[in-house]
Nanobody, 124 residues
Framework: QVHLVESGGGLVQAGGSLRLSCAASGSIFSISAMGWYRQAPGKQRELVARITSDGRTNYADSVKGRFTLSRDNAKNTVYLQINSLKPEDTALYYC??????????????????WGQGTQVTVSS
């Protein structure tokens, strides 16, 4: 099993900044991609940013230029730097990771895990 632990959410005024962190742990063999999704009340969960193991990133159009996703492969951790926050960024932010884990007995299996979510609230 692979577990994700998120941190860094909070309440901030519009124009402010936050840094979200997500650390993966468990019987990880390899991680192919990690990223962040968000879900606002009454809306569907949407991709915010995603980074692959070779460093390729993609961002939602609504966050380009304001959000920066980085990754520490050695620590199986990703960081989402959020600048110039807007009230419409208010949402529950979920970390996601995909890859392969060791099931034991020389057996590998794919995984896709989610964190518990961290709340980001932006006041106007």
């Amino acid at each position: 099993q692979v577990h994700l632990v998120e941190s860094g959410g909070g309440l901030v005024q519009a124009g402010g900044s936050l840094r979200l962190s997500c650390a993966a742990s468990g019987s990880i063999f390899s991680i192919s991609a990690m990223g962040w999704y968000r879900q606002a009340p009454g809306k569907q969960r949407e991709l915010v940013a995603r980074i692959t193991s070779d460093g390729r990133t993609n961002y939602a159009d609504s966050v380009k230029g304001r959000f920066t996703l980085s990754r520490d492969n050695a620590k199986n951790t990703v960081y989402l730097q959020i600048n110039s926050l807007k009230p419409e960024d208010t949402a529950l932010y979920y970390c996601n990771a995909e890859g392969t884990y060791d099931r034991g007995s020389y057996s590998l299996a794919d995984f896709r895990s989610w964190g518990q979510g961290t709340q980001v609230t932006v006041s106007s």
